[in-house]
């Protein structure tokens, strides 16, 4: 664990830049580490881990959801975090939308960047289709989440960051609640951020190498 690294990010961010510790894959002990030293944001990928940490870990944590989703666990998966990064499928959307539930369920809209057909999230055009829709019942859209390409040249990372940036700067046109971009993870926060990014997610560089 690398608590210079964790202290240079944090205070390197403005005050309108949130730093979520990515803690898939990584210990316990660490996280608690980190959360008596005052962190509060905590990003997992998985479900079932999910629910075990948040069993045995203090109840003021944000969590925040960036795994696939299957469409069968949209339910718990909203039930256990409180802003979920990675919807990139109208059914998910749908499945939400249809849960009988009290409060409005935060999540982000994920760009597909790139033209790699694997690839999840939404086309440009698609995003602000779902913006323009009559509101998805039960979902309040906070803003959009993308995942830089890895292995790519820096020219070309930059041309995506900046149409993530013109895609999130419009979206907050149309909608008031947008107010987050979450781009940037340990290898591409600097420039994230340097993009516009307010919300950068960064697990190895600040926890270590996963263990699971
Ligand atoms: C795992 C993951 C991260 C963190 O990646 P690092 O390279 O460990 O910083 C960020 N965002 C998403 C969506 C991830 O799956």
């Given at each position: 664990m690398n608590l210079d690294k964790f202290h240079n990010i944090s205070n390197a961010l403005k005050s309108h830049q949130k730093l979520i510790?990515?803690?898939?894959?990584?210990?316990i002990d660490k996280i608690k580490h980190l959360y008596d030293i005052g962190h509060r944001d905590f990003g997992e990928n998985f479900l079932q881990e999910l629910k075990e940490k948040k069993d045995m870990l203090p109840k003021d944590i944000t969590w925040h959801f960036l795994g696939n989703i299957q469409s069968n666990k949209v339910k718990d998966i909203v039930a256990c975090?409180?802003?979920?990064?990675?919807?990139?499928r109208l059914k998910v959307l749908d499945k939400i939308s249809q849960l009988d539930v009290k409060k409005n369920i935060e999540i982000l809209l994920q760009l597909k960047l790139g033209e790699e057909q694997t690839k999840s999230g939404f086309s440009e055009i698609e995003i602000y289709e779902i913006m323009e829709q009559n509101q998805f019942k039960n979902?309040?859209?906070?803003g959009l989440m993308v995942i830089g390409e890895g292995r790519i040249e820096e020219e070309k990372l930059k041309a995506q960051f900046l149409q993530a940036a013109n895609v999130f700067n419009k979206m907050k046109t149309m909608k008031k609640d947008v107010e987050y971009l979450s781009m940037g993870m340990s290898n591409d926060y600097e420039l994230a951020l340097a993009y516009g990014s307010n919300m950068v997610r960064i697990g190895t560089s600040i926890f270590g190498a996963r263990t699971k």
């Open positions: 510790a990515v803690s898939k894959g990584q210990d975090s409180d802003l979920v990064h990675s919807v990139s979902i309040t859209i906070k």
